[in-house]
């Protein structure tokens, strides 16, 4: 199965990699990937108040974990971005914060798409947040087909069709 309109969520994790690498390859000559980078919500949450003991201490740590993130996501995006001009294909990036089904959903509502694809959850064992896509949010809001591509971590990385 070929698409000509990809949504991509991914945040470069290896299982968002592996996302990725089944979108390049189902992407039609010629397609277009939109890339979907969502900062989850929780990420406020980092910022504490047990240590950032007055106002001034605690915007300038909320900056500086606002500013990582930023340099992340640039530097992510760039390789992905590459990656799509290598292969021929438009590519642009979008950046939501919230929770990750909601603006999965939001954002393939507002957009022409002909498949939708995203990692699976890390398996158990392997270290890492967890993005916590809610997958009854997705079932019931996408109106188009979701491709969930399994964590390599899952095959001990044996998983070379996607490619």
């Known amino acids: 199965m ?4 990809i949504l991509l969520a991914s945040h470069g994790t290896p299982g968002a990699k592996a996302a990725e ?10 397609g277009r990937i939109r890339h979907l980078v969502v900062v989850p919500d929780f990420w406020k949450g980092m ?5 950032l003991n007055n106002a ?8 500086y974990v606002e500013g990582q993130l930023e340099r992340e ?8 971005a590459a990656e799509a001009k290598r292969r021929g294909l438009d590519y642009d990036c979008e950046l939501k914060f919230g929770k990750p089904a909601d603006c999965l959903v939001a954002v393939a509502r507002h957009g022409e798409f002909d498949l939708v694809v995203i990692g699976s959850p890390r398996p158990k064992g392997v270290e890492g947040l967890r993005s916590r896509m ?5 079932a019931k809001g996408l109106t188009v ?19």
């Open 21 to 30: 690498a089944a979108a390049f390859g189902l992407c039609e000559p010629g």
């Open 47 to 51: 910022l504490g108040d047990d240590w």
């Open 145 to 163: 087909p979701l491709l969930t591509v399994p964590h390599p971590g899952r095959d001990g990385g044996r998983r070379k069709d996607m490619e």
């Open 2 to 5: 070929k698409a000509r309109r």
């Open 56 to 63: 001034a201490v605690h915007v300038r740590f909320g900056r």
């Open 134 to 138: 809610d997958p009854e949010t997705l």
């Open 73 to 80: 996501i640039v530097a992510h995006a760039e390789t992905v």
